[in-house]
Nanobody, 121 residues
Framework: QVQLVESGGGLVQAGGSLRLSCVAS????????MAWFRQAPGKQREFVAA?????????YYADSVKGRFTISRDNAKITVYLQMDSLKPEDTAVYYC?????????????WGQGTQVTVSS
């Protein structure tokens, strides 16, 4: 079992930056691939970014955030981050952290409660 708690959301103007954090519980954090998803009002939850387990050598991004968002992990701090730059109003959503057995765009096993990101125009 892994418990995940997100933080770092808030209100930011278009073009600004935010860094989301997701702290995990449990001793097996390093063995999990980690990902971020988001869900905007009235829309389905969508994949944003993922990072492989252990060293995090592999990452994968949705086309809509590629070049603007960066996912990273710090196993010593049992934390995964999402650095979001050049934010756009369409990035407004609740952002969720997830843990799974391998880097993929769906079928993650554990989820956090989410943190709200609002980008004003």
């Amino acid at each position: 079992q892994v418990q995940l708690v997100e933080s770092g959301g808030g209100l930011v103007q278009a073009g600004g930056s935010l860094r989301l954090s997701c702290v995990a519980s449990g001793q097996t954090f390093s063995s999990y691939a980690m990902a971020w998803f988001r869900q905007a009002p009235g829309k389905q939850r969508e994949f944003v970014a993922a990072i492989s387990s252990w060293s995090g050598a592999s990452t994968y991004y949705a086309d809509s955030v590629k070049g603007r968002f960066t996912i990273s992990r710090d196993n010593a701090k049992i934390t995964v981050y999402l650095q979001m730059d050049s934010l756009k109003p369409e990035d407004t959503a609740v952002y969720y952290c997830a843990a799974g057995s391998r880097l993929m765009v769906q079928n993650y096993d554990f989820w956090g409660q989410g943190t709200q990101v609002t980008v004003s125009s």
